[in-house]
């Protein structure tokens, strides 16, 4: 990551800080910052880096390479002008004292003596533009794809859209959008250029972001003797000959061993499947409370494309499962990631092992 380059400050970050009420707000697009005063009063300015998705990870190189780099004497005010921060790093940004601006959410915080604003501005009332290639269906498939297949490989559009299931000129379109973001890094040009991933927490975040949510989700109650126990009975889905692949919570916590006891599991499985028919065959029943299993569906049974078998040198010494089918890491990270309760404790701990096999 280049530290100290600098784009122009972007046109949305004024618009933003406009809304706040009391802030007047004056853009400085050549020096790089913006001036801000609150309610007439002495005007602060900010020196602005505009860094498109901003992962967790390079939050903290970032701040590192900022405490390094000059005493607290001398330390400027710097605000990170981004189009999406995850949760984990707003929090990180929030500790460190350092002011961010989220246009996707319109979050800003800005911290300065005498300062400080943490607020979520109001809209505007204009229709966001459509963003094209969003991270979602079959797209997120492509971004399951990379994270799976193309951490420490050269990436060439013919090969990660025959992989995807996609057509070139959608690859293209999404690699395209992946490097603007600075997802991507771009070499050559014309039929012999190709990608590198430069960022894979920001891919992540940025999949995790713009994912479509579960279309469908039905409750079912298995009487079993614990959660290991409930998941030993799902290899009795093959019985329906329809895929099907355990999922969320679960999955990532089989990935990354996080918590003492299994969670309750989330399963896929394929939309033409009749859920009555799903209940029966694992001797349970649908209910509308007391449910310890979940049953996903979505239309496009996209969640299948990158799903394994789960296998025996995967196991963590006190599991034993036959024939249990797994969504991607990748994929289980996405699904986790702002799941319920403790998913994204499991979830941080996934990530973690997704990116020692990438760029850091």
């Given at each position: ?12 970050l ?16 050549g ?11 002495r ?5 602005v ?5 901003l992962?967790q ?8 390479h ?7 004497s001398?330390?400027r ?20 004292g350092i ?19 943490d607020?979520k501005?109001?809209?505007?009332g204009?229709?966001?533009p ?28 013919a090969s990660?859209a ?47 972001t ?5 279309e469908?989700s039905t409750?079912i109650?298995l ?13 009795l889905?093959?019985?329906?000959s ?11 916590n089989?990935?990354a ?7 309750d ?11 009555r028919?799903?209940?029966?065959v ?10 310890n ?9 996209l ?5 394994i078998?789960?296998t025996?040198?995967?196991?963590p010494?006190d ?7 797994i ?24 990530r ?9």
């Amino acid at each position: 990551m280049s530290f100290g380059v600098q784009e122009s400050v972007p046109d949305w970050l004024p618009r933003i800080l406009q809304r706040v009420e009391g802030f007047t707000v004056h853009s400085r697009p050549g020096l790089h910052s913006v001036s801000v005063s609150v309610n007439g009063g002495r005007a602060t300015d900010f020196e602005v880096f505009t860094i498109p998705i901003l992962s967790q990870e390079y939050a903290k190189q970032l701040i590192n390479h900022w405490r390094s780099s000059e005493p607290d004497s001398t330390r400027r005010h710097r605000l990170i002008a981004s189009r999406h921060l995850s949760l984990a790093t707003r929090e990180l940004l929030r500790e460190n004292g350092i002011s961010w601006v989220d246009e996707r959410s319109g979050i800003c915080r800005l911290v300065a003596p005498g300062l400080l604003v943490d607020i979520k501005t109001e809209g505007t009332g204009q229709k966001e533009p459509a963003v094209r290639a969003r991270l979602r269906d079959r797209s997120g498939v492509l971004a399951e794809v990379l994270l799976l297949n193309f951490l420490q490989r050269d990436i060439r559009l013919a090969s990660v859209a025959k992989q995807a299931n996609v057509s070139t000129a959608l690859a293209s379109r999404i690699l395209a959008r992946l490097a603007k973001l600075k997802l991507l890094d771009t070499h050559a040009a014309g039929p012999q250029r190709f990608w590198k991933i430069s960022n894979v927490g920001g891919l992540l975040d940025l999949w995790a972001t713009e994912e479509q949510p579960v279309e469908h989700s039905t409750g079912i109650y298995l009487w079993s003797r614990s959660p290991h126990e409930l998941l030993r009975k799902l290899p009795l889905l093959n019985k329906l000959s329809v895929p099907w692949a355990l999922a969320s919570t679960a999955a990532a916590n089989l990935y990354a061993p996080t918590l003492t006891t299994f969670p309750d599991p989330s399963v896929w499985i394929e939309s033409s499947a009749a859920i009555r028919e799903v209940a029966r065959v694992l001797g349970g029943e649908l209910v509308d409370k007391g449910a310890n299993l979940q049953i996903l569906q979505s239309k496009n049974d996209l969640a299948f494309a990158n799903a394994i078998l789960w296998t025996s040198a995967n196991t963590p010494a006190d599991f034993t499962v036959e024939d249990l089918r797994i969504v991607s890491r990748p994929r289980a990270y996405v699904e986790t990631i702002n799941a319920p309760g403790r998913g994204p404790e499991v979830a941080q701990n996934l990530r973690q092992r997704i990116l020692a096999d990438g760029v850091s």
